[in-house]
């Protein structure tokens, strides 16, 4: 059974920058693809990011898609989110998510999901 723990959340002010790790255990890290989704309260789940299990393709949802980097690093079995220039708006819990091979938006695709780290940015 596949665990992931998410870390790196905080309180950033307003154009300040914070890097979220999710680590993966009890699994082949390699084969699964991986994603962050968020959720704020009142607000359904939103998809952040994706990554391809083997690292070469990557995805970003609209509102961070320049401002955030997702990476991996699969001897570590470790997931990354660089997210700069952070607004009050992407205050959220942060959640990563993993599904072997498939590599989707969709957080229905997912099967194995972190217990969330919480990202608050101040103005």
């Known amino acids: 059974q596949v665990q992931l723990v998410e870390s790196g959340g905080g309180l950033v002010q307003a154009g300040g920058s914070l890097r979220l790790s999710c680590t993966a255990s009890?699994?082949?890290?390699?084969?699964?693809?991986t994603a962050w989704f968020r959720q704020a309260p009142g607000k359904e789940r939103e998809f952040v990011a994706r990554i391809t299990w083997e690292g070469t393709n990557t995805y970003y949802g609209d509102s961070v898609r320049g401002r955030f980097d997702i990476s991996r690093d699969n001897a570590k079995s470790t997931m990354f989110l660089q997210m700069n220039d952070l607004k009050p708006g992407d205050t959220a819990v942060y959640y990563c998510a993993a599904e072997r091979f498939r590599s989707t938006t969709l957080d229905s695709d997912y099967t194995y999901w972190g217990q969330g780290t919480q990202v608050t940015v101040s103005s």
């Open positions: 009890g699994g082949t890290f390699s084969i699964l693809s």
